[in-house]
């Protein structure tokens, strides 16, 4: 078993709708929680950043963290086709900057 | 443009052989990491310097070794190439390392392996 699994789609959804993804993960000792947007042929950048428990939204974004369940989340509202990248959530303990990354999922907005 | 840079962009050698990738922080930044992003690992982070030293190791194999040099330019060298080495190689760059600063990740070499 990964240490974090995420479904690595692809998912397509048409403009507008609300996107969801996910990832859990078995290491009790992560407290730093992230998500990465990735285009094709470029690196990673951060959208979003969550320590320990707890929602935090950014314009369109919204990152979930549920430490009891293991379960962080990122949604889209309004997506965009300009949305259509790969999304990858990566998790670190805390003081530690050994983050894991889970696979990634690719996802595209349909004008 | 995160403004951390890699050279070269592609890299296309032989297995056995030996490679340097190298890799310029943003401005300011005193540490640097190496990440490696196969398809079948995904993005797995391999090693971090601050300000010259080693700071954290991650699924770094022997044969690859990475230096932070004094003007904070660091290397990554990869050397007994496999077939397997084929993969994405990216450097991000953060202001301290501690904690959880941002780390800007560079646009990355991609290495094939023949």
């Known amino acids: 078993q990964k240490e974090v699994e995420q479904d690595p789609g692809p998912l397509s959804v048409p403009e507008g709708a609300i996107v969801s993804l996910n990832c859990t993960y078995s290491?009790?000792?992560?407290?730093?929680f992230m998500w990465y947007r990735q285009y094709s042929r470029k690196g990673p950048e951060l959208l979003m950043y969550?320590?320990?428990?707890g929602n935090k939204e950014d314009g369109r974004f919204t990152a979930q963290v549920d430490k009891s369940s293991k379960y962080i989340s990122l949604f889209i509202r309004d997506s965009q086709p300009s949305d259509s990248a790969t999304y990858l959530c990566?998790?670190?303990?805390?003081?530690?900057?050994?983050?894991?990354f889970g696979a990634g999922t690719r996802l595209t907005v349909k004008p | 443009d995160s403004g951390v840079t890699q050279t070269p962009k592609h890299l296309i050698t032989a297995t056995g052989q030996r490679v340097t990738l190298r890799c310029s922080p943003r401005?300011?930044?005193?540490?640097v990491y190496w990440y490696q992003q196969s398809l079948d690992q995904g993005l797995q982070f391999l090693i971090q310097?601050?300000?010259?030293?080693?700071?954290a190791k991650g699924n770094i194999l022997e044969r690859f070794s990475a230096q932070q040099f004094p003007d904070l330019h660091s290397e990554l060298n990869l050397s007994s190439l496999e077939l397997g080495d084929s993969a994405l190689y990216f450097c991000?760059?953060?202001?301290?390392?501690?904690?959880?600063?941002?780390?800007?990740f560079g646009p990355g070499t991609r290495l094939t392996v023949l």
């Open positions: 991000a760059s953060s202001v301290v390392g501690r904690g959880h600063d941002e780390q800007f």
């Open positions: 290491n009790s000792a992560f407290q730093y």
């Open positions: 969550t320590y320990s428990s």
């Open positions: 990566a998790m670190s303990a805390l003081r530690n900057n050994d983050m894991r």
């Open positions: 401005s300011g930044d005193l540490s």
């Open positions: 310097y601050y300000n010259g030293e080693e700071r």
